[in-house]
């Protein structure tokens, strides 16, 4: 059973550019997590998602930032006209049911030039 | 004020030291977890727990619901156990607050 996974690894992208992070939850997993880690500072929370609906976005910029779990096909967290200020680590986690244990993807370090 | 505070920030302990870590949170919680950060930036998920005590090797979590306070000990420490511990609640309404983390160091 293959653990979360995330792609790209790490991104670099122009201001101005678009970027966009994808998640495959385990298998199995309905329920999916978003966080980002800002450098030098903890985990924040961002947006949570079950498949094909948004059930809390309150840690999600107002502007630029969208989300989305298809019913097929990974979670997709997308930043438009990204700015330096999105540089960070961001992280994905999925879990069977609401509040069990989460599981962490290996993060999405996305670098804005 | 942050919902969850962690302490200490930073802990140092030779090897084979008993370590405690604390949390202490404000808010009402439908769960509390403890993860684990390595040095290369992966996180794993140590604990959930909403009452009592739960222990997995060398790690023991115990959380008092009324005092809003949650511990997470690590018995026989090893240099391996170096990482950043990260305290996270999940409060109704599926908020989720997290702690700044306890960078821990364990020297040989």
């Known amino acids: 059973n293959a653990g979360v996974m995330q792609n790209p690894r790490h991104l670099v992208r122009r201001r101005g550019q678009e970027a966009r992070l994808r998640c495959s939850p385990m298998?199995?997993?309905?329920?999916v997590y978003w966080y980002r880690q800002l450098p030098e500072e903890g985990l924040k929370f961002m947006v949570y998602l079950q498949k094909e609906n948004i059930i809390d976005e309150s840690g999600m910029p107002k502007e630029r930032f969208s989300a989305e779990f298809p019913k097929e096909g990974p979670s997709i967290l997308r930043i438009q006209q990204v700015v330096r200020g999105d540089s960070a680590a961001y992280f994905c986690?999925?879990?069977?049911?609401?509040?069990?244990?989460?599981?962490f993807g290996p993060g999405t370090r996305l670098t804005v030039l | 004020k942050n919902e969850v505070e962690q302490s200490p920030q930073n802990l140092t302990a030779q090897e084979g030291e008993f370590i405690t870590i604390n949390c202490s949170y404000s808010?009402?919680?439908?769960?509390l977890h403890w993860l684990q950060q390595h040095p290369g930036g992966g996180i794993v998920s140590l604990f959930m727990?909403?009452?009592g005590k739960k222990k997995h090797g060398r790690l023991i979590a115990t959380i008092n619901i009324q005092e809003k306070h949650s511990s997470l000990h690590i018995t026989a420490s090893h240099p391996r156990d170096s990482a950043v511990y990260i305290c996270?609640?999940?409060?109704?309404?599926?908020?989720?607050?997290f702690g700044t983390g306890t960078s821990l160091t364990v020297i040989p």
């Open positions: 298998k199995g997993h309905s329920h």
């Open positions: 727990l909403s009452s």
């Open positions: 986690a999925s879990s069977p049911v609401l509040a069990d244990t989460q599981y």
């Open positions: 996270a609640a999940t409060a109704s309404g599926n908020q989720f607050y």
């Open positions: 808010v009402g919680i439908s769960a």
